[in-house]
C-alpha cells in the first residue's frame, strides 16, 4: 500500500507564476522527507528536503512545507520557469529504519511560456 | 561530483534469458539501492544493500536477485527475464554519515531501460 501519495498525476503552470505540488502520506513514522525532479531519460536529481522536526525549509525559488497533523507536505516554486517542467517525485524515510526511501508516484510539471 | 553510473542506458533481452545490470558508484558510500521506474507506479523499491556481501529486500524484490562483492558496485540479477521486468531501471547511492551531502538523500545513476521481448 502507498504511503506517500502524490494524487495529481500532472500540473500545468504559466511561466513566472507559482508552482505548488502536492504530498501526502499516511505513517507517522516518517521523520524525513526529499524532493527530487527527474527529467526524462535521466536519473532522479535531489532537489530539497527536510526534517519532520520543521515545518518550512527554503533554498532559492524552492520552498517545502510540512503540516505534520495533516500529514501533508508541499513544494512551492517561485518563480516557474520552463526549465522546471520535469515530473517531481516525494519521497520519506522512516525513523529507525535505515536509509531506504519510500517514493510517491511522481507529479508531471509543465511550465509554459 | 557524485558519480553513479550504470552499464546500459538502453538494453534488449529475450524472456528466460539472464540479465545482468551493473552499477558503480565513485564516492565510497555505504549504501546501495536499485529500483525499477513504470508508469503510473513511480519509483519502487527492488533490493538495497548497506555493506559488502550484504543485501536486504525492498517492497518488489519477486524475480530478481542482487550482489554486492565491492563497495562501489552493485548488480542487480533478472534470473529469467519477463515480460513484465520491461522497464527502467535505476541504482542509486547514499552515504551512511552526514558529510557534504543532505542526510538520506540519494544519488541517482542515469537508468536503464530494459526490453523483454
Known amino acids: 500500500d502507498q504511503q506517500v501519495k502524490q494524487n495529481s498525476p500532472s500540473l500545468s503552470v504559466q511561466e513566472g507564476r507559482i508552482s505548488i505540488l502536492n504530498c501526502d502520506y499516511t505513517?507517522?513514522?516518517?521523520?524525513?522527507f526529499l524532493w527530487y525532479k527527474k527529467y526524462p531519460a535521466e536519473g532522479p536529481t535531489f532537489l530539497i528536503s527536510?526534517?519532520?522536526?520543521?515545518d518550512k525549509n527554503e533554498d532559492g525559488r524552492f520552498t517545502v512545507f510540512l503540516n505534520k497533523s495533516a500529514k501533508h507536505l508541499s513544494l512551492h516554486i517561485v518563480p516557474s520557469q520552463p526549465g522546471d517542467s520535469a515530473v517531481y517525485f516525494c519521497?520519506?524515510?522512516?525513523?529507525?529504519?535505515?536509509?531506504?526511501?519510500?517514493f510517491g508516484k511522481g507529479t508531471s510539471l509543465l511550465v509554459t511560456p | 561530483d557524485v558519480k553513479v553510473t550504470q552499464s546500459s542506458r538502453y538494453l534488449v533481452k529475450r524472456t528466460g534469458e539472464k540479465v545482468f545490470l551493473e552499477c558503480v558508484q565513485d564516492?565510497?558510500?555505504?549504501?546501495m539501492f536499485w529500483y525499477r521506474q513504470d508508469p503510473g507506479l513511480g519509483l519502487r523499491l527492488i533490493y538495497f544493500?548497506?555493506?559488502?556481501?550484504?543485501?536486504e529486500k525492498g517492497d518488489i524484490p519477486e524475480g530478481y536477485s542482487v550482489s554486492r562483492e565491492k563497495k562501489e558496485r552493485f548488480s542487480l540479477i533478472l534470473e529469467s527475464a519477463s515480460t513484465n521486468q520491461t522497464s527502467m531501471y535505476l541504482c542509486?547511492?547514499?552515504?551512511?554519515?552526514?558529510?557534504?551531502?543532505?542526510?538520506?538523500?540519494?544519488?541517482f545513476g542515469p537508468g536503464t531501460r530494459l526490453t523483454v521481448t
Open positions: 542509486a547511492s547514499s552515504p551512511s554519515r552526514q558529510g557534504r551531502s543532505n542526510l538520506y538523500e540519494q544519488y
Open positions: 505513517n507517522s513514522m516518517f521523520d524525513y
Open positions: 527536510i526534517s519532520s522536526i520543521k
Open positions: 519521497a520519506a524515510r522512516i525513523v529507525n529504519s535505515g536509509y531506504a526511501l519510500n
Open positions: 564516492m565510497d558510500h555505504e549504501n
Open positions: 544493500s548497506y555493506d559488502v556481501k550484504m543485501k
